[in-house]
T-cell receptor, first 113, second 112 residues
């Protein structure tokens, strides 16, 4: 089965802790993205990566970090510097050419206790 | 900066009705526009992608249109069913951008 997987589905964090959200794709897509979704709002871009070992900040990168060591994987770390991390986090990927259509994973819901 | 608006925020219709969801954007220099469906607590499912050179795209009971000059797109759902109940989001990509700009969505409820 081809697709995008995110883990865990639910994540609870204590204040002051760093946590890492996993995103893996087996679609052979070049580009990968992390979005944040808050209730009643659209998605906002945190970070994106067009190729391995390269990534760019999106609109709300403060308090987050990423790495892209493999084409298939794009983990997101939510650091203690992120003041309001409780949200639904979505990972997406696409080919850099072709139809330019983004495909999404099932999401991770992060709650700060 | 590109802004994307979806009105209304919520819509309820009886089963079988044809309906239209609206999406407007401020910058007409778009590269493409994508419509997504999101079920509660789930990720996004891509429904239709319209390139800037196209006027519409169809998939089954869904038809999406694009009018760049007026900054509008519509998603037409024919013969709605309770299973169509979800939040529908549109997203726009500018020609110069690497990213999508999302609207806040329309929450659709189809009543049996």
């Amino acid at each position: 089965d081809g697709g995008i997987t995110q883990s865990p589905k639910y994540l609870f964090r204590k204040e002051g802790q760093n946590v890492t959200l996993s995103c893996e794709q087996n679609l052979n897509h070049d580009a990968m993205y992390w979005y944040r979704q808050d209730p009643g709002q659209g998605l906002r871009l945190i970070y994106y990566s067009q190729i391995v070992n390269d990534f760019q900040k999106g609109d709300i990168a403060e308090g987050y970090s990423v790495s892209r060591e493999k084409k298939e994987s794009f983990p997101l770390t939510v650091t203690s510097a992120q003041k309001n991390p409780t949200a639904f986090y979505l990972c997406a990927s696409k080919y850099t050419g072709g139809l330019d259509e983004q495909f999404f994973g099932p999401g991770t819901r992060l709650t700060v206790l | 900066k590109q802004e994307v608006t979806q009105i209304p925020a919520a819509l309820s219709v009886p089963e079988g009705e044809n309906l239209v969801l609206n999406c407007s954007f401020t910058d007409s220099a778009i590269y493409n526009l994508q419509w997504f469906r999101q079920d509660p607590g789930k990720g996004l499912t891509s429904l239709l992608l319209i390139q800037s050179s196209q006027r519409e795209q169809t998939s089954g009971r869904l038809n999406a249109s694009l009018d760049k000059s007026s900054g509008r797109s519509t998603l037409y759902i024919a013969a709605s069913q309770p299973g169509d109940s979800a939040t529908y989001l549109c997203a726009v990509k500018l020609g110069s951008a690497r990213q999508l700009t999302f609207g806040s969505g329309t929450q659709l409820t189809v009543l049996p």
